[in-house]
C-alpha cells in the first residue's frame, strides 16, 4: 500500500485497486462506492411494471401491483418485513378497492415488525439508492372525485387506518386527502377523528419517519389521531394545511394532531412516551391546538417547528387538557395565533409544561394573554402552575 499526504488532507490510497479519498471511495473506472443496505427479504410494489397474479413480488423485475397484496402476504408470513413501493398515487380505484368512503386507501392490521418504505423509482438495489420526494413521492390520496364546475368532492374518511400492529414503521409517504368530517356512522369510534391516519385498538409501537400529512380535515386530530398510544413516535415529519373542523364556520381539536389517553410508560424516558422529533407543522388550524391538541397524554416534543399555524380560541400552536405533561425541548414558534388565549401553546390549569432548554419562541399572536398561556384557578397564580 502506497500512502501520500497533500496540503488539503487529500489522501490517496492505493489498495486492491481502489482509491480512497476522505470523501468515499473509488474503483478504477470511477465509481463511488457507498455503503449498502440490499432490498432483500421483502417484497416490491410497482403498479406500472406489474404481471399478473403469479407476480411474486420478491424484485423489481417481478413485483407486486398494489401494496394491499404486499399487506395480505406479509399479514400471512412472518418473514416479511419490508415492503417497497414506487413512487407514485395510490388511491382506492388504483388499490383494487371499491369506491366506499369508509374504506381507508391504507389498512394497516395483523402486522408485525413490518416496515413500509416509500420513494422508489423501481431499480434500486440498495436502500441509499431512494431520493426522498415529497411532491412525487409515495402518495396515498383519500380523493374519490372531483367536481371542477360544481366545486364538490367526495373523500375517503380516513386515508390510513392502523390497529392490531406490533412494532410497525413507516419511511417516506406522503398522506393527503383524507376526510372525516364526511363521515356519517356515528356508531362508528373512528367517525370525525384522524382524516389523515386513525390509529385504533391494538396499537404497540408505531413509528413514522420523513412522513408528510397535508390537506386532512376532521373533527378530532386533522391529519392524525390516536388514543392509547404511548409508543408513537414521529421522526422528521412534515403537517401542512391540515383543519379540525367541527363545521364550515367552528373548529374542532388539534389542527394536525389529537392524542388522547396515551399516558408514558416511563416518565423518566422520552423514548417510552408520544414523541414528536425533529419535524415542522405549518397552515394547520383548529378551534383548540392549531396544530397539536392533547388529553390525557404525556408527550416529549423535541427538535420541532410550528409556523403559522391558528387556533380560533385557544393554543395556536399546541393545546393541552385535562392533566397532560408536555415536555419541550429545542423547538421553534414563529408567527402562530390564536384569537383568545396563548398564541403559541395554552395549558389548562391540570396539565403541565415542561420546558427543558433552548426553545425559542417569535411573533405569537394571541387575542389576549402571552405567547404561553396557563389557565388558573381562582385565588391561584400563574407561578402555581409552573
Not at 234 to 263: H, I, M, P, W
Amino acid at each position: 500500500m502506497m500512502i501520500q499526504s497533500y496540503r488539503k488532507g487529500l489522501v490517496l490510497c492505493v489498495l486492491m485497486g481502489t482509491l480512497c479519498l476522505w470523501t468515499g471511495c473509488f474503483d478504477l473506472i470511477g465509481n463511488l462506492d457507498f455503503q449498502c443496505d440490499p432490498l432483500k427479504g421483502g417484497l416490491h410494489v410497482n403498479p406500472r411494471a406489474y404481471k399478473g397474479e403469479r407476480s411474486t413480488g420478491r424484485s423489481w423485475a417481478d413485483p407486486l401491483g398494489t401494496v394491499q397484496q404486499a399487506l395480505e402476504k406479509a399479514q400471512s408470513d412472518p418473514s416479511i418485513r419490508h415492503i417497497y413501493i414506487t413512487k407514485g398515487v395510490y388511491t382506492l380505484k388504483s388499490e383494487g378497492k371499491s369506491q366506499d368512503p369508509s374504506q381507508p386507501v391504507l389498512m394497516l392490521s395483523g402486522l408485525k415488525d413490518v416496515k413500509l418504505w416509500g420513494g422508489f423509482d423501481g431499480n434500486e438495489k440498495c436502500i441509499q439508492d431512494r431520493r426522498p420526494s415529497q411532491h412525487a413521492g409515495t402518495i396515498f390520496n383519500g380523493v374519490l372525485w372531483e367536481d371542477d364546475e360544481t366545486q364538490t368532492q367526495e373523500y375517503v374518511w380516513h386515508v390510513a387506518k392502523v390497529q392490531h400492529v406490533s412494532n410497525l414503521h413507516l419511511e417516506n409517504i406522503v398522506i393527503r386527502g383524507g376526510r372525516a368530517t364526511q363521515c356519517n356512522a356515528p356508531a362508528d369510534d373512528s367517525c370525525n377523528h384522524g382524516g389523515g391516519i386513525y390509529v385504533g385498538e391494538d396499537v404497540e409501537g408505531l413509528r413514522m419517519t420523513g412522513l408528510t400529512l397535508e390537506n386532512n380535515h376532521a373533527r378530532f386530530g386533522g391529519a392524525f389521531y390516536a388514543s392509547h398510544c404511548p409508543l408513537c413516535f414521529f421522526d422528521g415529519c412534515l403537517f401542512r394545511y391540515n383543519k379540525a373542523l367541527e363545521s364550515q364556520e367552528t373548529g374542532g381539536v388539534g389542527g394536525a394532531l389529537f392524542v388522547r389517553d396515551s399516558r408514558s410508560l416511563n416518565r423518566k424516558s422520552p423514548e417510552r412516551t408520544f414523541t414528536i422529533s425533529g419535524g415542522h407543522f405549518q397552515h394547520n388550524e383548529a378551534s383548540m391546538g392549531g396544530a397539536v391538541a392533547a388529553t390525557k397524554s404525556d408527550l416529549f416534543v423535541l427538535g420541532t417547528e410550528f409556523r403559522h399555524n391558528k387556533a380560533l380560541s385557544e393554543g395556536g400552536g399546541i393545546w393541552l387538557a385535562d392533566q397532560s405533561v408536555l415536555q419541550l425541548e429545542k423547538a421553534w414558534f414563529v408567527s402562530n395565533h390564536a384569537d383568545i388565549h396563548g398564541g403559541a401553546i395554552s395549558v389548562s390549569w391540570q396539565s403541565t409544561l415542561q420546558e427543558l432548554e433552548d426553545n425559542h419562541f417569535q411573533e405569537n399572536k394571541q387575542g389576549t394573554g402571552e405567547e404561553i398561556f396557563r389557565e388558573t384557578l381562582p385565588g391561584e397564580t400563574p407561578e402555581d402552575t409552573q
